[in-house]
């Protein structure tokens, strides 16, 4: 990264985190409790690396998390809850594979920096994001406003669909890229648990989205962009002492269309992505 590419993230970076400390100051009030720091941190295993319906390492009909075009990502998320409305976070998230020699070093083929504010009204939250991508020798950048609805009290508090909606807007892209937009809608629903009572409760969950681009977002047509929907499976590893934190494991298996108009750079228009994770939370 050049000295301007630098100096401009360092801004980026102050300003969203100057904009989250006003607005937890704005929201807070005297009687306000004490600030709450929570920690996560995790690796997922995967047979794709899928942005927004790109297949960046060209995975196509692969489907092992372990195959040549597999991948591996991790993450770090420091969040701060200013109030009972108002939080933030700070997440860094890289992807690591040699599937091509990284610009970066190593196995590192991309790091992002993303920061964030969410303000909660009720059942609804609002989360608002810059995203500093680093990656091929070059950086990309884009604002995110996401908004989510709790809606379990409807279905008696043991179901919920998560409805959820995303607009991501690039803003500055690398060369070749426009300033281009998504808009993602998606639910999230947990469909059944098993052995709810003990240690180890399974958590089922059949998340799926739809996705909307505007001009040459992925180098193809506005209008649809994807369409995603998979199976998710969850369990708290229960047999680690609490003192190192919450853990617990993850896999997912998900079918994804991606039309050849709107993605031309995939080798399919329709694949199936899976994926190993474990993580942790203080």
Same mark, same amino acid.
């Given at each position: 990264?050049?000295?301007?590419?630098?100096?401009?993230?360092?801004?980026?970076?102050?300003?969203?985190?100057?904009?989250?400390? $006003?607005?937890?100051?704005?929201?807070?009030?005297?009687?306000?409790?004490?600030?709450?720091?929570?920690?996560?941190?995790?690796?997922?295993?995967?047979?794709? *690396?899928?942005? *927004?319906?790109?297949?960046?390492?060209?995975?196509?009909?692969?489907?092992?998390?372990?195959? #040549?075009?597999?991948?591996?990502?991790?993450?770090?998320?420091?969040?701060?809850?200013?109030?009972?409305?108002?939080? #933030?976070?700070?997440?860094?998230?890289?992807?690591?594979?040699?599937?091509?020699? =990284?610009?970066?070093?190593?196995?590192?083929?991309?790091?992002?920096?993303?920061?964030?504010?969410?303000?909660?009204? /009720?059942?609804?939250?609002?989360?608002?994001?810059?995203?500093?991508?680093?990656?091929?020798?070059?950086?990309?950048?884009? $604002? /995110?406003?996401?908004?989510?609805? !709790?809606?379990?009290?409807?279905?008696?508090?043991? *179901?919920?669909?998560?409805?959820?909606?995303?607009?991501?807007?690039?803003?500055?892209?690398?060369?070749?890229?426009? /300033?281009?937009?998504?808009?993602?809608?998606?639910?999230?629903?947990?469909?059944?648990? *098993?052995?709810?009572?003990?240690?180890?409760?399974?958590?089922? =969950?059949?998340?799926?989205?739809? #996705?909307?681009?505007? !001009?040459?977002?992925?180098?193809?047509?506005?209008?649809?962009?994807?369409?995603?929907?998979?199976?998710?499976?969850? $369990?708290?590893?229960?047999?680690?002492?609490?003192?190192?934190?919450?853990?617990?494991?993850?896999?997912?298996?998900?079918?994804?269309?991606?039309? !050849? !108009?709107?993605?031309?750079?995939?080798?399919?228009?329709?694949? $199936?992505?899976?994926?190993?994770?474990?993580?942790?939370?203080?």
């Amino acid at each position: 990264m050049n000295v301007l590419s630098r100096t401009g993230f360092l801004r980026k970076t102050c300003l969203a985190l100057a904009a989250s400390a $006003v607005v937890s100051f704005l929201g807070s009030s005297s009687h306000a409790a004490e600030t709450k720091y929570s920690f996560s941190a995790g690796l997922d295993f995967t047979s794709h *690396f899928i942005s *927004f319906g790109a297949d960046v390492w060209g995975g196509g009909d692969s489907f092992s998390p372990f195959s #040549a075009k597999s991948t591996v990502f991790g993450y770090g998320t420091l969040s701060a809850e200013f109030t009972d409305q108002i939080s #933030a976070f700070v997440n860094i998230w890289s992807d690591l594979n040699d599937n091509v020699d =990284s610009a970066i070093g190593g196995p590192i083929q991309e790091v992002d920096f993303n920061v964030g504010v969410t303000y909660t009204l /009720e059942k609804f939250s609002f989360t608002l994001t810059h995203n500093y991508w680093l990656y091929a020798g070059d950086n990309e950048n884009a $604002v /995110e406003l996401a908004v989510a609805y !709790d809606d379990s009290e409807l279905w008696g508090g043991k *179901f919920a669909l998560n409805p959820s909606a995303l607009i991501h807007y690039r803003y500055e892209g690398q060369s070749g890229q426009e /300033e281009c937009a998504v808009i993602q809608l998606g639910v999230a629903p947990t469909v059944y648990t *098993f052995m709810e009572e003990s240690d180890y409760p399974i958590s089922i =969950s059949v998340p799926a989205a739809v #996705a909307f681009f505007t !001009d040459d977002y992925q180098g193809g047509d506005s209008g649809f962009g994807y369409a995603n929907i998979g199976v998710k499976a969850s $369990v708290p590893l229960a047999f680690i002492p609490p003192e190192y934190g919450a853990w617990s494991a993850g896999a997912s298996v998900t079918y994804w269309f991606t039309p !050849d !108009d709107a993605i031309p750079g995939n080798p399919e228009e329709s694949f $199936v992505v899976t994926a190993l994770s474990v993580g942790f939370s203080y």
